[in-house]
Nanobody, 122 residues
Framework: QVQLVESGGSSVQAGGSLRLSCVAS?????MTWFRQAPGKEREGVAR????????YYADAVKGRFTISQDNAKKTLYLQMNSLKPEDAAMYYC??????????????????WGQGTQVTVSS
């Protein structure tokens, strides 16, 4: 069992920056940031294979968001720059330990955090 605790969500103006954090209670194979805006499907934003460090981004955030990890602290980060109103959402950290290919499919992930809210005003 892995527990995930996110933090760092806040309200910012468009063009601003935020850094989200997610602390895991145990080892993981891959970790992914998802987000869900009201009335929309939960979508993958960025993911990392915690062993190899391979990283993938959704097209909507490429060049603006950076996912990183501190393995010693079992902490995942999401640095979000040049925020847009359409980035506003509840952001969730998800993790899996089963191996294989980790995509942006919600059902692929067994472990989820409680979410942290990001609000972006124009």
């Amino acid at each position: 069992q892995v527990q995930l605790v996110e933090s760092g969500g806040s309200s910012v103006q468009a063009g601003g920056s935020l850094r989200l954090s997610c602390v895991a209670s145990g080892a993981t194979y891959c970790m992914t940031w998802f987000r869900q805006a009201p009335g929309k499907e939960r979508e993958g934003v960025a993911r990392i294979y915690t062993g190899s460090g391979s990283i993938y981004y959704a097209d909507a955030v490429k060049g603006r968001f950076t996912i990183s990890q501190d393995n010693a602290k079992k902490t995942l980060y999401l640095q979000m720059n040049s925020l847009k109103p359409e980035d506003a959402a509840m952001y969730y950290c998800a993790a899996d330990r089963s191996g294989g290919v980790c995509g942006f499919i919600r059902d692929r992930y067994r472990y989820w955090g409680q979410g942290t809210q990001v609000t972006v005003s124009s």
